[in-house]
């Protein structure tokens, strides 16, 4: 069958199955997903949504076709943010959900990411099912006939009961605080302007004209640049395709990434008594300097690989309500179970207007970020590169050459054939000399 994957290479990746749609993720592949995740659940319905991407569509009716050739009913929720599926596939009958969206990834990708019943993502081993299923073609299954086969039933509420339950979330409104929101023509691109222009804030919408081809197309939270040039002396807040990031800016044009928001929270709601177990669960990206700020105020970080599934599991582990990642991932336990970005925004903004101090005022105080260069250099093949002696001498170079005053962060995208090399340093310049040189080494090896 075209796009089944081939032997040996896993299909899953860190967030779910992604490829070059109608290539790597074709509609056939998209079919034999539905009806192996169906034949694991012994009813339904699947709820299932995407971003604004041209083959979603496509996507998402081969998966659901799967869903019903096994019985499996689904509730089409049609273009709904990541948490917003997350949400409704919790709080509603269904006994899984999906999402068809490639996130932060361009127009010309897709993914397939399913979840459990209580709107988490699923885990390796439920993954692992799935696969083993897939690749099992042939092998017998359930056929049901009549009135035994699935069938469609579009949710027409799903984005009015979405921002609904995101405004009842919020402890205060907005009036008088001004917005600029960058939707990046993904599947917030109704959703946030409704939200927050429900919460009464001075809202100006940018990137909220999709295609299905201009997703994440210079916009969005992978280029936070075009906000800040439209912000001016206003709070911005952008989104990825699905939405389960955020980045905001403040009124000075400066960025505030995951680190920072979590920062702001943290303090916030630490000086309250309102962050359980004072805790934080972060990834092995995050910022030299939001370490040291959260020891300052005496809150410990609990820190896992990369991935907001992992970040959920460290929190589950640790009891933590307050969780996430730098590139805006960020966890809310006790009103999400993924990242959400417009929860994100939410409390974010609650902080803002529940001490009436301005974001820029915040984020100074939050933390104070270490230099940090990120190269991701195109491989052919991400696996190997740490075991090559030349990158590992380039990398043992760089960090003697930092000490305690900075670190190396070397490692493969899950989601992308890039090698991902992070320095940070006291000095930006020593950053950038290390990371480059790196990435350098990295590069001719993988030529």
Same mark, same amino acid.
């Given at each position: 069958? +075209?796009?089944?994957?081939?032997?040996? =290479?896993?299909?899953?990746?860190?967030?779910?199955?992604?490829?070059?749609?109608?290539?790597?993720?074709?509609?056939?592949?998209?079919? %034999?997903?539905?009806?192996?995740?169906?034949?694991?659940?012994?009813?339904?319905?699947?709820?299932?949504?995407?971003?604004?991407?041209?083959?979603?569509?496509?996507?998402?009716?081969?998966?659901? %076709?799967?869903?019903?050739?096994?019985?499996?009913? #689904?509730?089409? /929720?049609?273009?709904?943010?990541?948490?917003?599926?997350?949400?409704?596939?919790?709080?509603?009958?269904?006994?899984?959900?999906?999402?068809? !969206?490639?996130?932060?990834?361009?127009?010309?990708?897709?993914?397939?990411?399913?979840?459990?019943?209580?709107?988490?993502?699923?885990?390796?081993?439920?993954? !692992?099912?799935?696969?083993?299923?897939?690749?099992? /073609?042939?092998?017998?299954?359930?056929?049901?006939?009549?009135?035994?086969?699935?069938?469609?039933?579009?949710?027409?509420? %799903?984005?009015?009961?979405?921002?609904?339950?995101?405004? !009842?979330?919020?402890?205060? #409104?907005?009036?008088?605080?001004?917005? @600029?929101?960058?939707?990046?023509?993904?599947?917030?691109?109704?959703?946030?302007?409704?939200?927050?222009?429900?919460?009464?804030?001075?809202?100006?919408?940018?990137?909220?004209?999709?295609?299905?081809?201009?997703?994440?197309?210079?916009?969005?939270?992978?280029?936070?640049?075009?906000?800040?040039? +439209?912000? =001016?002396?206003?709070?911005?807040?952008?989104?990825?395709?699905?939405?389960? $990031?955020?980045?905001?800016?403040?009124?000075?044009?400066?960025?505030?990434?995951?680190?920072?928001?979590?920062?702001?929270?943290?303090?916030?709601?630490?000086?309250?008594?309102?962050?359980?177990?004072?805790? /934080?669960? !972060?990834?092995?990206?995050?910022?030299?300097?939001? $370490? +040291?700020?959260?020891? =300052?105020?005496?809150?410990?970080?609990?820190?896992? +690989?990369?991935?907001?599934?992992?970040?959920?599991?460290?929190?589950?582990?640790?009891? %933590?309500?307050?969780?996430?990642?730098?590139?805006?991932? /960020?966890?809310?336990?006790?009103?999400?179970?993924?990242?959400?970005?417009?929860?994100?925004?939410?409390?974010?903004?609650?902080?803002?207007?529940?001490?009436?101090?301005?974001?820029?005022?915040?984020?100074?105080?939050?933390?104070?970020?270490?230099?940090?260069?990120?190269?991701?250099?195109? @491989?052919?093949?991400?696996?190997?590169?740490?075991?090559?002696?030349?990158?590992?001498?380039?990398? #043992?170079?760089?960090?003697?050459?930092?000490?305690?005053?900075?670190?190396?962060?070397?490692?493969?995208?899950?989601?992308?054939?890039?090698?991902?090399?992070?320095?940070?340093?006291?000095?930006?310049?020593?950053?950038?000399?290390?990371?480059?040189?790196?990435?350098?080494?990295?590069?001719?090896?993988?030529?």
């Amino acid at each position: 069958m +075209q796009g089944l994957p081939i032997a040996g =290479e896993r299909l899953f990746g860190t967030d779910g199955v992604r490829g070059l749609a109608n290539i790597e993720l074709t509609a056939d592949l998209a079919l %034999a997903l539905g009806r192996a995740a169906g034949s694991l659940v012994s009813i339904g319905p699947a709820l299932v949504g995407r971003d604004t991407r041209r083959s979603g569509e496509m996507l998402s009716l081969a998966l659901q %076709a799967g869903f019903h050739s096994v019985g499996i009913d #689904t509730v089409d /929720v049609g273009v709904l943010t990541a948490g917003g599926i997350s949400h409704l596939t919790a709080t509603g009958s269904a006994t899984i959900g999906a999402v068809v !969206s490639a996130s932060h990834n361009p127009a010309a990708d897709n993914g397939i990411k399913f979840l459990t019943d209580d709107g988490t993502k699923l885990s390796d081993d439920g993954e !692992s099912a799935i696969e083993a299923k897939v690749r099992a /073609v042939g092998s017998g299954g359930r056929y049901p006939v009549g009135e035994g086969v699935g069938t469609r039933f579009p949710l027409e509420s %799903a984005l009015d009961d979405y921002v609904d339950y995101l405004a !009842s979330v919020a402890t205060y #409104t907005y009036r008088g605080l001004g917005l @600029v929101l960058d939707c990046a023509n993904g599947a917030a691109y109704r959703a946030a302007p409704a939200l927050f222009r429900k919460l009464r804030a001075d809202v100006t919408e940018m990137a909220t004209e999709p295609d299905g081809t201009n997703i994440n197309l210079e916009c969005g939270s992978t280029h936070p640049e075009f906000l800040v040039a +439209q912000a =001016e002396g206003r709070i911005g807040l952008a989104f990825d395709g699905d939405a389960d $990031r955020l980045i905001a800016v403040d009124e000075d044009g400066e960025v505030v990434d995951g680190d920072g928001v979590m920062a702001i929270v943290a303090r916030h709601w630490k000086s309250q008594g309102k962050l359980k177990n004072d805790l /934080v669960v !972060s990834t092995v990206m995050a910022n030299l300097g939001f $370490r +040291q700020a959260m020891d =300052e105020i005496g809150v410990q970080v609990i820190e896992t +690989q990369v991935g907001d599934r992992y970040v959920l599991e460290a929190m589950r582990q640790h009891k %933590a309500v307050l969780g996430g990642e730098q590139s805006g991932h /960020v966890i809310f336990l006790d009103k999400g179970r993924t990242g959400d970005g417009l929860l994100t925004g939410v409390r974010l903004l609650d902080v803002v207007a529940g001490t009436g101090r301005e974001l820029r005022d915040l984020r100074r105080e939050a933390m104070t970020r270490f230099p940090q260069v990120l190269v991701n250099v195109e @491989v052919a093949d991400r696996g190997g590169f740490e075991r090559n002696r030349q990158v590992r001498e380039a990398i #043992t170079e760089a960090e003697e050459g930092l000490g305690e005053k900075g670190r190396v962060l070397v490692r493969a995208s899950g989601t992308e054939p890039v090698v991902r090399v992070m320095v940070e340093a006291a000095l930006q310049e020593d950053a950038r000399r290390y990371a480059d040189e790196i990435a350098r080494v990295i590069a001719d090896v993988g030529r």
